[in-house]
């Protein structure tokens, strides 16, 4: 089945650096989403990427929509400790299947 | 706007029970999903709604079941549990794209 390989799984980072983490697939994907979960919440989109080559920024987040369609990247800039959590990458195949599928997520924690 | 709502927010169950679990699209959104995240796992696909009708299962067992109401809130059934059904149980709902997701009723199974 379709799957979509995140990395890194966990990154333990100091306060003010940058972040990447990123997302492949062997499958094609129509849109990709970010998304950021809490302990004990559902997770909240970030950045959404509809297009192949699109870079799109909100506030300190940047993504990009990978030239291939199969890849993402996200970036976090100057980090704070509430950029602590779970982030998650997500795919939507041509195939109007309703269907999400995510990557298995990035665990950040960021040290004051 | 209120955000997606799903009840309740924890539910204990034993092992052989059924537990219906609940969700509450944003006003407007006609399509619902519903995913599992077990411990350790990433969200797996469940179910999606559109329009009361299904569209599209996941790969579960028949008895992970639903319904779609002419609201378009949405009902999660799991007959029959077993102890690896327990997970946190989120709901998603869209009007085109950007699926929007609730906070989840964790489900345990004991």
């Known amino acids: 089945g379709q799957q979509l390989n995140q990395s890194p799984q966990s990154m333990f980072i100091q306060e003010g650096e940058d972040v990447s983490m990123n997302c492949t697939s062997s499958?094609?994907?129509?849109?990709w989403l970010w998304y950021k979960q809490d302990p004990g919440e559902g997770p909240v989109l970030l950045i959404a990427?509809?297009?192949?080559?699109e870079l799109t920024s909100n506030g300190r987040l940047t993504a990009q929509f990978g030239i291939t369609r199969k890849d993402s990247f996200l970036n976090i800039s100057a980090s704070i400790p509430s950029d602590v959590g779970i982030y998650f990458c997500?795919?939507?195949?041509?195939?109007?299947?309703?269907?999400?599928?995510f990557g298995q997520g990035t665990t950040l924690q960021v040290k004051p | 706007e209120a955000g997606v709502t799903q009840s309740p927010t924890h539910l204990i169950k034993t092992r052989g029970q059924q537990a219906t679990l609940r969700c509450s699209p944003i006003s407007g959104h006609t399509s619902v999903y519903w995913y599992q995240q077990a411990l350790g796992l990433g969200l797996q696909f469940l179910l999606w709604y559109d329009e009361g009708e299904e569209r599209n299962r996941g790969n579960f067992p028949p008895r992970f079941s639903g319904r779609q109401f002419p609201n378009y809130s949405s009902e999660l059934n799991v007959n029959a549990l077993e102890l690896e059904d327990s997970a946190l149980y989120l709901c998603?709902?869209?009007?085109?794209?950007?699926?929007?997701f609730g906070s989840g009723t964790r489900l345990t199974v004991v």
């Open positions: 990427l509809y297009k192949a080559g």
């Open positions: 997500a795919g939507q195949l041509p195939s109007n299947t309703g269907k999400l599928i």
């Open positions: 499958s094609i994907f129509n849109t």
């Open positions: 998603a709902s869209s009007l085109n794209y950007g699926y929007t």
